[in-house]
């Protein structure tokens, strides 16, 4: 699955880094913040603040880099085609 992203800033009142990524129609499948390096849990990663569609309800994790948090969002879309 092509999966394209458009950076953007997130007002999540912490970290502002953020990516939208759209599907290979052109539609907004997810909403990615890059953590602070002072987050205690995930810091510099990337987490999945918003899913939608076949994302939507999933366990909001966080991913190395975007290349991982891609693959993940690919393979959760494949599986509902």
């Known amino acids: ?3 394209t992203h458009q950076p ?12 939208l990524v ?11 913040v890059r ?3 002072r987050n205690e849990v995930a810091p510099g990663q990337w987490f999945l ?3 939608f569609g ?6 909001y994790p966080a991913f190395a880099d975007l290349d ?3 693959e993940w969002i690919s ?3 494949a599986l509902r085609v």
């Open 54 to 59: 076949p994302l939507s309800g999933a366990s």
């Open 49 to 51: 603040e918003a899913g």
């Open 35 to 37: 953590l602070s390096d």
């Open 8 to 19: 953007v800033r997130v007002n999540t009142g912490f970290e502002e880094e953020g990516v």
């Open 1 to 3: 699955m092509s999966l």
């Open 75 to 77: 393979r959760r879309l």
């Open 22 to 32: 759209f599907d290979e129609r052109h539609r907004l499948v997810a909403v990615l």
């Open 68 to 70: 991982v948090a891609q």
